[in-house]
């Protein structure tokens, strides 16, 4: 009699930690003194997953909106996945959304760059999660809007992509994705 064992591959694992850094205080009786300005930091309650597990997602999730010959790149070995309270509240405290649009100097793309780089300041403040956001920019046509757009990607704790309009903040479903999809970077 041969004994078999089938192993179970882990594709995503839970994070621990605190998200924290200049957007967040630990409250007081957690290590320091509470800022009663600044929002308590959250516990990290996202998951970790692989650069290969995450473009996994993205690419399922859009399919044949990506175009052929389109590039999809992946920054990082292993990516932290947020949950959607998390993001929400990462949107909340940015002031990105109140920036003024101004054609061809800070417009879609713009826009994208600095909602991207707030996400990996954050990652970089948050002392207690080693990987940054599984967040990135994509350029594609979307249903709120007319003609070719850059916005923002995550693929959050639930391995579900969803899309963020930084200049309203606001969250979309990937299906909102019209397709023509020819760059992703994350």
Not at 88 to 100: G, I
Not at 107 to 117: A, P, Q, R
Not at 124 to 148: C, E, L, T
Request: overall charge negative; charged content about 20%.
């Amino acid at each position: 009699m041969t004994n078999t064992t089938t192993q179970t591959v882990l594709r995503v694992r839970p994070a621990k930690g605190t998200l924290r850094g200049r957007r967040f205080v630990i409250p007081a009786g957690r290590g320091l003194t509470e800022t009663p300005a600044a929002p308590v930091a959250p516990t990290a309650s996202g998951a970790v997953a692989t650069a290969a597990r995450v473009q996994e997602i993205i690419t399922t999730t859009l399919g044949s909106k990506i175009t052929s010959d389109a590039v999809v790149r992946m920054g990082d070995s292993q990516y932290y996945l947020p949950t959607l309270d998390e993001v929400q509240q990462l949107l909340t405290e940015s002031s990105l959304d109140r920036r003024k649009w101004l054609e061809d100097r800070f417009d879609c793309d713009d826009f994208s760059y600095v909602l991207k780089g707030e996400f990996s300041i954050h990652a970089y403040d948050a002392g207690d999660i080693n990987y940054g956001f599984s967040d990135g920019i994509i350029w594609g046509n979307f249903a709120w809007v007319q003609g070719y757009h850059a916005v923002n990607l995550v693929v959050t704790k639930d391995q579900v992509l969803r899309l963020i309009e930084p200049q309203t903040d606001a969250i979309y479903e990937a299906d909102q994705c019209q397709g023509s999809v020819g760059l992703i970077v994350v």
